[in-house]
């Protein structure tokens, strides 16, 4: 009874990002976040009772292994707190301190319930992942052929089509993270109706991430078949070129059935977007993530030691990007966590969290360096991998459907010695 109740927190934490904006056309909030972040208010309460009377916390902080690396987060949240101090608007910045403490509480109960005895946890991790991938992948799809297909519309660049993250940059990284589960899933079983379904899975997802056209994941996801390759070549194992092969012909699939729905266009969206990266003046988005990078850099070194204040960013860089304001549009974020944490909680603060996200993602690298096997490591660093091109593109920790991901991830890192030791 104890482990399917498990099961049951770790799923409404896992696929909390459904929670709806809307009931029957009431708005609950118009930005989906805030109802799921009041849902993650809810389970880590009922967490806490739960775990405070069925868990032997004691025994578990004893034998817990990475401590450094969960007191690294851990400083992330007193030094936000001390840097309220000097933060500008102490209201915005407690709002988003106890966001990021809600985040904390629940990486904290989701890396506990994944310990408990007769768990599976990495069998949970694996199936949860593909139910959303299947969930996230089809929507879009399905909204998209109606449109282009049915109705005769141009395939557009429109958040109408994003799905469960609202935006198409976070629903595109959403579904590309979790991708790289159905490829391990290639490497590592022989079961034909396991690969086959794998295949279906990654065809879905590589089409939704090019009907999305967002340019950071497909950027993102040529540097996971560059790891890929370079695991296959220096693992020396014949097999692997021929599963590196299968990905690569669904791959072609994906992109072939995406030029089918694209036809109509007179120009391929998604070509002429990657056109103007290299010409910032030309395309505002690129523009604008330079000019906030360099305004968050410039507070940086204005104010090193404690920062800005802990959500003070939106604040603050109104008066940096004053000259570059369209309108009534103000920078929210910097588009870069690690630069916007650097700016509003300092130096000390910024390294603290820099170090929560690379640990896992340098650790599981050098171990699957040794190994030379895409195992549950190398599965890790491609996850991680994703997160971080995200994490200093977009503002991936402020929403729940990519970062709870992650703290799944993390979990998994956790205990995947217990997992490769078997």
């Known amino acids: 009874m104890r482990v399917l109740v498990n099961y049951l927190i770790l799923s409404l934490y896992f696929f909390v990002y459904v929670t709806p904006a809307y009931i029957n056309g009431i708005f609950l909030a118009y930005d989906k976040v805030f109802p799921q972040m009041f849902i993650v208010s809810l389970l880590n309460i009922f967490s806490f009772i739960y775990i405070f009377k069925k868990f032997n916390l004691k025994d578990y902080i004893l034998s817990f292994e990475y401590k450094n690396h969960y007191l690294a987060y851990l400083s992330v949240i007193v030094i ?71 109705n005769g519309n141009l395939l557009v660049r429109s958040n109408v089509f994003a799905g469960f993250g609202a935006n198409v940059n976070i629903s595109s990284f959403s579904i590309l993270i979790k991708t790289v589960v159905p490829i391990f899933l290639i490497f590592n079983y022989k079961n034909y109706f396991i690969r086959a379904l794998s295949i279906l899975f990654i065809y879905s997802s590589f089409l939704s991430i090019f009907l999305l056209m967002s340019r950071a994941a497909v950027l993102a996801l040529i540097l996971v078949f560059t790891s890929i390759l370079i695991l296959v070549v220096i693992s020396k194992r014949r097999i692997y070129y021929l599963k590196y092969g299968l990905v690569i012909i669904t791959l072609i699939m994906s992109i072939f059935s995406y030029n089918i729905i694209n036809e109509k266009n007179a120009y391929n969206t ?42 003070n960013w939106k604040i603050k860089s109104i008066d940096l990007s004053k000259d570059i304001i369209v309108s009534y549009r103000v920078p929210y974020f910097a588009h870069n966590d690690f630069l916007q944490f650097l700016a509003e909680i300092g130096i000390l603060g910024g390294l603290c969290f820099i170090f929560y996200i690379f640990y896992p993602i340098l650790i599981s690298l050098f171990r699957s360096l040794k190994s030379r096997n895409f195992n549950i490591d190398f599965l890790i660093f491609l996850i991680f991998l994703i997160y971080i091109v995200d994490s200093m593109l977009n503002f991936p920790i402020e929403r729940p459907i990519n970062y709870i991901y992650l703290c799944f991830t993390i979990a998994l890192f956790y205990q995947s010695k217990k997992y490769l030791n078997k």
Do not use: H, M
């Not at 809600?102 to 991790?125: Q, W």
């Not at 690129?286 to 800005?308: C, H, M, W």
């Open 80 to 150: 936000s707190i001390i840097s309220l101090l000097v933060a500008e608007n102490v209201i915005e910045g407690v709002v988003s301190l106890l966001k990021i403490i809600n985040f904390f509480v629940a990486f904290s109960f989701i890396v506990i319930l994944s310990s408990f005895k007769n768990l599976k946890f990495f069998n949970y991790f694996i199936i949860a992942t593909l139910i959303s991938l299947f969930i996230e992948s089809v929507l879009i799809n399905l909204r998209i052929f109606d449109s282009v297909i049915i």
């Open 270 to 311: 998604l070509t002429d977007r990657f056109s103007n990266v290299t010409n910032p003046v030309a395309d505002e988005s690129v523009n604008e993530r330079l000019n906030f990078y360099k305004t968050a850099i410039q507070s940086i070194g204005d104010n090193p030691l404690l920062g800005i204040g802990i959500g």
